[in-house]
């Protein structure tokens, strides 16, 4: 019998593609996943993966350069977001259509958060693409999704990497997804062409758009600040956010151990370098082989 497989997997941007490499190893390394719960980016290719439509799906994302992803990117001046995101999603509901969440092959579920009510909002039923859509709202970038009661974001403000929320049944393997770590980079035969100190097209673009609406509306500064190095507003959003999700992730394993930890490093690539998707891919299956590997010496001692 194939070993079953509770998976989560952790939001993180353009490195949550590592996923698909992890999925596919595990597939190959004979283990079955009945559930999949995931934040963000982890939504996205966990649902995927639940709707049978990872192959279609990765050859898309992996078809993406940077005038590709700069084209699917859909700028707007409003006081919820820079990116309204409705082209991308588009673009994949013609390729992939919608589906209700519970009528997938195995269970999926995604979270996001729901700032009026500050808590947790786990999507098991209805639209996919509506859950996915909410759970990667990453707040002051991609604009939420509003409805009468509620204002849904990123679910990664509250449980980047949702342990608690796995799916079990009776001798099954938990096995966590983290490609946010604090962990060297695994170097592969696919390494990044460009450096890390290389700014995306999106991310250079974000930056220069928030420049521009500067001159119409000025922000704030501070005493002195000219003085500190320079970020931009992408820059510091992703610093400030990416600082919160590895503390509560870190909080979340401790909390809820899973069986097997797979870690992808953080700075495997940019949040939104989207035209890597090979070779982050190529990350995570290494970063699984590496922990099974080590898995095995440990077994052999």
Request: glycine share 8%; charged share 25%; proline share 3%.
């Amino acid at each position: 019998m194939k070993k079953r497989v509770s998976l989560v997997l952790s939001g993180g941007g353009a490195r949550g593609m590592a996923h698909v490499g992890v999925i596919e190893e595990l597939e190959n390394a004979g283990y079955e996943i009945h559930s999949v719960v995931g934040t963000s980016m982890g939504a996205l290719v966990g649902g995927m993966y639940a709707m049978g439509q990872m192959e279609t799906f990765k050859k898309w994302m992996c078809s993406l350069d940077k005038m590709k992803v700069f084209n699917l990117v859909d700028f707007t001046i409003s006081s919820h977001g820079v990116v309204k995101g409705d082209k991308v999603f588009s673009r994949m509901e013609e390729l992939i259509p919608d589906k209700k969440i519970e009528k997938l092959s195995i269970y999926f579920a995604a979270l996001a958060v729901d700032l009026i009510k500050r808590d947790e909002v786990k999507f098991e039923k209805g639209s996919f693409y509506k859950a996915v859509r909410a759970s990667m709202a990453i707040p002051n970038v991609l604009k939420p999704v509003i409805t009468k009661k509620q204002l849904l974001v990123d679910g990664g403000l509250m449980h980047n990497l949702p342990l608690l929320h796995a799916k079990r049944e009776e001798g099954d393997i938990l096995i966590a997804v983290d490609v946010g770590a604090n962990v060297p980079v695994i170097k592969s035969s696919l390494m990044l062409k460009e450096t890390q100190e290389q700014e995306s097209v999106y991310h250079k673009t974000v930056n220069e758009f928030y420049q521009r609406v500067q001159k119409w509306i000025p922000f704030d500064r501070e005493d002195g600040e000219e003085k500190i190095e320079k970020l931009g507003y992408l820059d510091l959003m992703n610093s400030t956010v990416n600082l919160m999700m590895e503390h509560q992730t870190k909080l979340q394993i401790l909390n809820t151990p899973p069986d097997i930890l797979v870690q992808i490093s953080r700075d495997t690539c940019g949040t939104y370098d989207f035209h890597c998707t090979a070779d982050v891919i190529e990350a995570g299956r290494l970063a699984f082989l590496a922990e099974m590997e080590k898995r095995d010496n440990i077994d052999t001692l």
